[in-house]
């Protein structure tokens, strides 16, 4: 028996066989993953975004921030203050720590010794990728409150040290277990001095972080330092895009963000749970830092918030994969992944997990991306590892 066709379905069949074999074989290398042949798509389990329920802020209230050091400062992730409660101290793109004397900014520290004329200012903080792993990304700052020492997490350096004068930062450990560092993200310093931080990927560096977030890369890990054996062990590993780690105040357990889940983790120090994780919340969007407040309660600082698209992507590997070999920038899947437009979230959660407040600018018209939240007398300090300014909000 004949199989016969129409002409519609015919052009049909050709057309989506024809895209498959373009896909398969991404002859013209325009795809946003033709430069990673081994890349794979990991399935990345989370919640729908209407299993995780939240308040939207009808006010936009992130708008009512101020800018800062417009065009001063290019990509300032994360934002400290010393013990004395100078500052703010902030990593930027080009590989310096930088210091706000109350004046102007001044070069504090750096964390290459390899630097040269390819670190100098370029017009945004993307510019820097190329370049990155020799000029340094410092990313998460900490204080050590008892020495006065700079703890740095840079992306392609590992975690390192400076003193309270700065200048030159002394490398403390680049690999854990066997294993290099591949992607160091943030850290947070106990009472004793121990550092817990996190890897976010041994395969991906920062540089191909869009890569990482299109992969759902589980080779992520929690890891502390010890100063005293200087060496670093893993606590948790296989974690899909480790982020910020905070200690809680009263030092029982430390939360850290798992980013392409959408979740803050909590790992317990102390008590009958100690050297166990947990889920501390599910979050209405994909993390980037936390931080502890004076109260105990935790600010997130949040990429976008989650959508369908993103979670229909995370899900379904398969059909991810389809899609990332088609003719479109790594870029372009990006803006899908963030819901198409620039939108600041940050949020808070008391001690036992409890969402307590929700901060947006939903438009992206004052404060378009978020990575750290600070939060000090009164006023929250907003780093972007995106942006060319600090805002700063009053609460």
């Excluded at 400290?80 to 001044?106: C, H």
């Excluded at 817990?196 to 502390?224: A, E, H």
């Excluded at 296989?238 to 009263?250: A, C, R, T, W």
Aim: charged content about 20%; overall charge neutral; hydrophobic content about 40%.
């Amino acid at each position: 028996m004949a199989l016969f066709l129409s002409p519609k379905a015919i052009t049909l069949l050709f057309f989506s066989l024809s895209l498959a074999l373009y896909c398969s074989i991404d002859p013209f290398h325009h795809c946003a993953i033709s430069d990673f042949p081994n890349f794979v798509s990991h399935e990345v389990v989370s919640p729908r975004p209407d299993e995780v329920p939240w308040e939207r802020d009808s006010q936009n209230s992130l708008q009512k921030s101020k800018i800062l050091f417009l065009n001063q400062v290019q990509g300032p992730e994360s934002v400290a203050f010393d013990s004395l409660g100078r500052g703010p101290y902030t990593g930027v793109a080009d590989g310096r720590v930088l210091f706000w004397n109350g004046q102007k900014w001044i070069d504090f520290a750096y964390t290459s010794s390899n630097r040269s004329e390819i670190c100098d200012p370029k017009p945004s903080a993307l510019s820097y990728l190329r370049n990155e792993h020799i000029c340094g990304r410092p990313l998460g700052l900490r204080f050590d409150k008892r020495t006065g020492d700079l703890y740095i997490a840079d992306a392609y350096m590992g975690l390192l040290k400076v003193g309270p004068e700065g200048g030159l930062a002394m490398p403390l450990v680049t690999e854990a277990e066997g294993v290099p560092l591949g992607f160091t993200n943030d850290l947070d310093i106990d009472d004793d001095g121990t550092v817990y931080f996190t890897d976010s990927s041994i395969n991906y560096q920062r540089r191909n972080f869009l890569q990482l977030v299109f992969s759902g890369d589980n080779t992520g890990r929690v890891l502390k330092y010890d100063p005293i054996a200087k060496k670093a062990v893993v606590l948790v590993s296989n974690l899909q895009f480790p982020n910020g780690v905070s200690i809680s105040k009263d030092g029982s357990f430390f939360v850290f963000c798992e980013g392409d889940i959408g979740s803050l983790r909590r790992y317990w120090l102390k008590g009958e749970k100690a050297g166990t994780t947990d889920v501390f919340a599910f979050l209405p969007g994909h993390p980037d830092n936390v931080r502890t407040n004076e109260n105990g309660e935790f600010w997130v600082a949040l990429h976008c918030r989650r959508n369908y698209y993103s979670y229909l992507m995370a899900r379904y590997p398969k059909l991810r994969m389809f899609i990332l070999r088609l003719p479109i920038t790594a870029r372009t899947h990006y803006s899908f992944q963030i819901g198409l437009r620039p939108h600041g979230l940050v949020v808070k959660y008391s001690p036992e997990g409890k969402l307590m407040q929700v901060l947006e600018d939903s438009e992206g018209k004052v404060v378009r991306s978020v990575s750290e939240v600070e939060e000090k007398d009164g006023k929250l300090w907003l780093g972007s590892v995106l942006m060319n300014f600090v805002a700063v909000y009053d609460l």
